[in-house]
């Protein structure tokens, strides 16, 4: 049974330089979703697609955060010039879209630390 | 807006003793409620889900959950906890927009409740 995976599971950088994480969903949900986790809290969402279309988008997602699903399959979301305030765990979400019965499967995240 | 509300941040029990976890939420409609685990290092699993219909909905790992509208609340128990259940623990509501094909908000977590098993 192949879950949602994340890559890479942890990332350190230094403020200003720009990151990329990967989530590879279960492979026939075609609903993708991106969370953000800081210590102490719960998940928060950022933004969704269904395939390869991005439908919403949180206002916690400020301008320098990009999600792209080009061919519907994987997703990356990326951060440009990385401010401490990034510092946190990134999760990714699938879900098969059955309508109001949908439950999103979640992958063991993406820690990022910005030094 | 939605919210979720976990009122108790820790919470410890002796192995073999029933547990209970609080949940209240605030919506505007009929809620959709999920209860996640999330272990040290691993991602949230999901625990149990309501959608509609019995109120009392079981689980994975010998949870379940009671589903009450006029306290607009979602509580977790079990009768027995083992070591393996600490954990930290979220509470969930999604509001899945009516569908006409259109898409659904994401889940709306609680702060979580930490689980401390005592020998």
């Known amino acids: 049974d192949t879950g949602v995976s994340q890559d890479p599971r942890h990332k350190i950088t230094k403020r200003g330089q720009n990151v990329t994480f990967r989530c590879d969903p279960i492979s026939e949900h075609n609903r993708l979703y991106w969370y953000r986790q800081t210590l102490g809290q719960g998940p928060e969402f950022l933004t969704y697609?269904?395939?390869?279309?991005?439908?919403?988008k949180s206002r916690l997602l400020s301008d320098r955060f990009s999600a792209e699903r080009p061919k519907g399959s994987f997703s990356t979301l990326e951060i440009q010039r990385t401010e401490q305030g990034d510092s946190a765990m990134y999760l990714c979400?699938?879900?098969?879209?059955?309508?109001?019965?949908?439950?999103?499967?979640f992958g063991p995240g993406t820690r990022l630390t910005v030094l | 807006a939605q919210s979720v509300t976990q009122p108790d941040i820790h919470i410890t029990v002796s192995e073999g003793a029933s547990l209970e976890l609080r949940c209240n939420y605030s919506y505007g409609a009929t809620p959709y409620l999920f209860w996640y685990v999330q272990s040290p290092g691993q991602g949230l699993q999901l625990l149990l889900k309501y959608f509609s219909g019995d109120t009392l909905v079981q689980g994975i790992k010998g949870f379940e959950a009671e589903f009450k509208r006029s306290q607009s609340s979602f509580n977790l128990r079990k009768p027995s906890v083992h070591w393996s259940d600490a954990a930290e623990y979220f509470c969930a509501v999604g509001p899945y927009k009516a569908f006409s094909g259109g898409g659904a908000d994401g889940l709306t977590f609680g702060k979580g409740t930490h689980l401390i098993i005592q020998p």
């Open positions: 697609f269904q395939n390869e279309a991005q439908l919403e």
């Open positions: 979400a699938s879900s098969l879209g059955q309508g109001s019965t949908d439950t999103q499967y």
